[in-house]
């Protein structure tokens, strides 16, 4: 995914000419530092790099507009006043539909005065009222003035960054789903509709055209036994069956090459339990592979699940996963036990190996539900997120929450793990009430504000941000 930005450095010409040039050079090396690129008039156009006029807009809109396709996001910078109507006419005039990040510059007690004060604390108010009279939307720093070489300042960035992958991500992902929702699963309902409509298309497959693909592989195939060994090197396999292990690399195979032919995002595939009983595996393994590859795969034809999981991994760049709202923990008030079969990607675990799914083989038989994993989620911070669609508002809407995964035991199975949340009761409540599904996708990570302002800001979701 690009790391390219659009850089528009304010300037006004009642202020000092160098306060623009030294502010952009800073702004840029800080960028350099966090690994984006800045897309951004030279030095040569404007007045050093600046935009403060309707020529110097139409300059940096026409440069935005040969880079449209590849700019996730703008950042608009004020080392003074700025031109409020400049900065403006770019962003309308190339067209973009991105995020914008407004910054000002701090002023210095003693640097105040007239070649040297900055007045961007005034400067950043006047552009963010034209941005709103344009019907531009845009993100605040944490503070409204702040030093670009600060800490605090990076971790701003990291935050907006995080943001346009989110919303890069989500405005056009393409997901594909095997197999039909589970009958006993109305929770994973959703409408494809409302997700078209907000530039989300689902596709889907039936599982005689998986099994279909994977009848045309022999057992001896070249393809068939690198993918065994893919597996074997993934997880520890030394409990599966050797006629099992050539199923799931023939599942893998087929899955994979649907993706690529299809182009998808992310995935959700029906595992409950035709598959088990029809062709005798869990597809936990093959859906852990590709979540560990930057592929989210959902279990139970949870299509809004996979891309919860998908806004996940845009905004922490890490692999996410499904699980179940599960259990209690004792009388703890804050702490829940979250659960599945196991397809978690393989960073999610502590230890891990693949085995059969205990709840499915209990009744279809041990034999047939190999494939499933069994082992705890790491221990560390955790962030929760669903996106659900609402029929009867014709909105999308969502919840997020921030966590820690704690290191207590407990004697189980599958995949499993404690997480601890403040509030929870108060969280489990707003899920009931509003009817959220018993999924949610995790991250190890702390995201939650990132996926709030996406959701909210930039995407026009009814989103609920779930604190203590």
Same mark, same amino acid.
């Given at each position: 995914m690009?790391?390219?930005f659009?850089?528009?450095?304010?300037?006004r010409?009642?202020?000092?000419d160098?306060?623009?040039r030294s502010?952009?050079?800073?702004?840029?090396e800080?960028m350099?530092s966090?690994g984006l690129?800045a897309i951004?008039?030279s030095?040569?156009q404007?007045?050093?790099?600046s935009?403060?006029?309707?020529?110097?807009?139409?300059?940096?809109a026409q440069?935005f507009k040969?880079?449209?396709?590849?700019?996730?996001?703008?950042?608009?910078s004020?080392?003074n006043?700025?031109?409020e109507?400049?900065v403006?006419d770019v962003i309308?005039?190339?067209g973009?539909?991105v995020p914008?990040?407004v910054?000002?510059?701090p002023?210095?007690l003693?640097?105040?005065?007239?070649?040297?004060r900055?007045?961007?604390?005034?400067?950043?108010?006047?552009?963010c009222?034209?941005?709103?009279?344009y019907g531009?939307?845009?993100?605040l720093t944490?503070?409204?003035?702040m030093?670009?070489t600060s800490?605090?300042?990076?971790a701003?960035?990291?935050h907006?960054a995080g943001?346009?992958?989110v919303v890069?991500?989500?405005?056009?992902?393409?997901?594909?789903?095997?197999g039909?929702?589970p009958?006993?699963f109305n929770?994973?309902?959703?409408?494809e509709?409302?997700?078209?409509?907000?530039g989300i298309s689902?596709e889907?497959i039936?599982l005689i055209?998986?099994l279909n693909g994977?009848?045309?592989l022999a057992d /001896?195939d070249?393809?068939v036994? =690198?993918a065994? $060994?893919?597996? &074997?090197?993934?997880?520890? *396999?030394?409990?599966?069956?050797?006629?099992v292990?050539t199923k799931?690399?023939?599942?893998?195979?087929v899955?994979?090459?649907w993706v690529k032919?299809?182009?998808?995002?992310?995935?959700?595939i029906?595992?409950?339990?035709?598959l088990?009983e029809t062709?005798g595996?869990?597809?936990?393994?093959?859906m852990?592979?590709? /979540?560990q590859s930057?592929?989210? =795969?959902?279990? $139970?034809?949870? &299509?809004a699940?996979a891309? *919860?999981?998908?806004a996940l991994?845009?905004?922490s760049?890490?692999?996410?996963?499904?699980?179940?709202?599960n259990?209690?923990?004792?009388d703890d008030p804050?702490k829940?036990?979250l659960?599945?079969?196991?397809n978690?990607?393989?960073a999610f675990y502590?230890d891990?190996?693949?085995?059969?799914?205990?709840?499915?083989? /209990?009744?279809?038989?041990?034999?047939k539900?190999?494939?499933?994993?069994a082992?705890r989620?790491k221990s560390g911070?955790?962030?929760?997120?669903?996106?659900s669609?609402?029929?009867?508002?014709?909105?999308?809407?969502?919840?997020?929450?921030d966590?820690?995964?704690t290191?207590d035991?407990l004697?189980?199975?599958?995949?499993?793990g404690?997480?601890?949340?403040?509030n929870?009761?108060?969280?489990m409540q707003?899920?009931?009430r509003?009817g959220f599904?018993h999924h949610?996708?995790?991250s190890?990570?702390?995201?939650a504000?990132i996926?709030?302002e996406?959701f909210?800001?930039?995407?026009?979701w009814s989103v609920y941000?779930?604190e203590?």
């Open positions: 690009s790391n390219k659009g850089v528009i450095v304010g300037n010409g009642f202020f000092a160098e306060l623009a502010g952009r050079q800073e702004l840029l800080v350099n966090l690129e951004t008039l030095e040569n404007g007045v050093s790099g935009v403060q006029s309707r020529d110097d807009a139409k300059v940096c440069l040969e880079h449209k396709d590849e700019l996730v996001g703008v950042i608009v004020l080392p006043f700025g031109d109507k400049a403006a309308r005039a190339s973009l539909d914008v990040l910054h000002a510059f002023d210095k003693e640097a105040l005065d007239y070649a040297h900055r007045d961007s604390f005034c400067g950043k108010i006047s552009v009222n034209s941005l709103k009279q531009i939307r845009f993100s944490s503070q409204h003035t030093d670009p800490d605090a300042f990076k701003d960035l990291a907006f943001v346009c992958r890069h991500r989500l405005r056009s992902a393409r997901i594909g789903v095997i039909p929702r009958n006993d929770t994973v309902r959703f409408s509709k409302l997700l078209e409509r907000q689902v889907s039936g055209d998986i994977i009848a045309a /001896s070249t393809a036994q =690198a065994r $060994e893919r597996i &074997a090197k993934y997880m520890d *396999s030394s409990r599966i069956p050797d006629e292990m799931l690399a023939k599942l893998l195979l899955t994979e090459q032919d299809n182009d998808y995002d992310a995935i959700a029906q595992c409950w339990s035709s088990q062709f595996v869990n597809p936990c393994v093959i852990s592979m590709l /979540s930057d592929l989210p =795969a959902a279990c $139970e034809a949870d &299509a699940g891309i *919860s999981m998908l991994q845009a905004a760049g890490r692999p996410s996963a499904l699980v179940d709202w259990n209690n923990y004792a804050n829940v036990v659960f599945h079969c196991g978690y990607a393989k502590e891990a190996f693949i085995s059969y799914a205990d709840i499915l083989g /209990s009744t279809l038989g041990n034999d539900t190999y494939g499933a994993i082992g989620i911070p955790i962030t929760f997120a669903r996106i669609t609402d029929d009867f508002t014709g909105k999308i809407c969502a919840y997020v929450a966590g820690q995964m290191n035991h004697d189980t199975f599958g995949s499993w404690v997480a601890n949340i403040s929870l009761n108060g969280l707003h899920i009931c509003q599904e949610v996708a995790i190890l990570s702390q995201t504000p996926l709030e996406a909210n800001n930039y995407l026009d941000r779930h203590a």
